[in-house]
């Protein structure tokens, strides 16, 4: 089920809230909703802005940004795809699998040392993807969260973003997940006690009322582009072989 929530990008000072106007041009450009929020009128997008108050200069609010819950999603498109493609479907969780070439050509997986022979195969195989040798230049970048089961009737609406920090702030049911990171350090998962503190205590700043609760942490890598443009085409050398791969932060994550 999507949110649409709304989503409000939080300027600490005047400079970096005026600097936006290239954004704000992209956005009127492809029809998407947009509008400057002075300080005193934050509140009016959401009350818990009421308890920053003072902190930000303004913020750029975009009333359409929806959410959805990836894992609920995930399930119910793998329930679709049994349920309409029945014995065309296949699903192997946890697999080792192996892309089968013959004469430059994608004729199929290996997976449980079982051959599995297809017209076309799309890879989608994240930062493994570099390791196939199917032209993939994928790099890890790093993000981590802290998630907070709440009372649903304290939960925001509105998606927060801290602009300077890197921080967002967003809500799913009775959850609050606070999320920052776009850390270029390799396969190092070791997050800063500071960098933990610096995050939880925007959450809590923003919703007080989860002052007390100890949340979930969670770290964990982004496939990367160098250009920072995911690929999404055909194999260049490889027959039958198409490449979904390197999205960084974009799509649902």
């Known amino acids: ?50 308890n920053l108050d003072g902190e930000y200069y303004g913020g750029l609010y975009t009333p359409n940004d929806a959410y959805i819950d990836p894992f609920e999603f995930s399930k119910k498109l793998l329930n679709h795809l049994e349920i309409k493609y029945q014995d065309k479907f296949k699903i192997l969780f946890n697999k080792t699998s192996k892309l089968l070439i013959k004469n430059r050509a994608a004729i199929g997986i290996s997976a449980a040392e079982i051959n ?43 998606s927060i973003t801290d602009y300077s920090k890197r921080c967002l702030l967003s809500n799913a049911g009775n959850l609050v997940r606070a999320t920052a990171g776009a850390d270029f350090v390799g396969l190092n998962d070791n997050i800063s006690s500071e960098k ?23 770290v964990g890598f982004r496939p990367l582009t160098p250009s920072s443009f995911p690929v999404i085409e055909k194999a260049k050398d490889i027959e039958g072989l198409y490449i979904n791969s390197g999205h960084g932060g974009l799509g649902v994550t």
């Open 1 to 50: 089920q999507i949110q649409k929530n709304g989503k409000i990008v939080l300027y600490s000072s005047e400079s970096s809230f005026n600097d936006n106007d290239v954004w704000m041009t992209f956005l009127a450009q492809n029809e998407i909703e947009a509008r400057k929020i002075k300080q005193k009128e934050l509140k009016n997008i959401d009350p818990c802005l009421e």
């Open 116 to 158: 599995y022979n297809f017209d076309a195969v799309v890879v989608c195989a994240g930062l493994e993807a570099s390791a196939m040798g199917i032209g993939c230049n994928i790099i890890p970048i790093r993000g981590y969260s802290l998630t907070y089961s709440i009372d649903k009737s304290y939960q925001s609406g509105v």
């Open 196 to 218: 933990w503190h610096e995050l939880d205590n925007f959450a809590k700043r923003t919703h007080p009322h989860i002052a007390n609760i100890n949340p979930t942490k969670w």
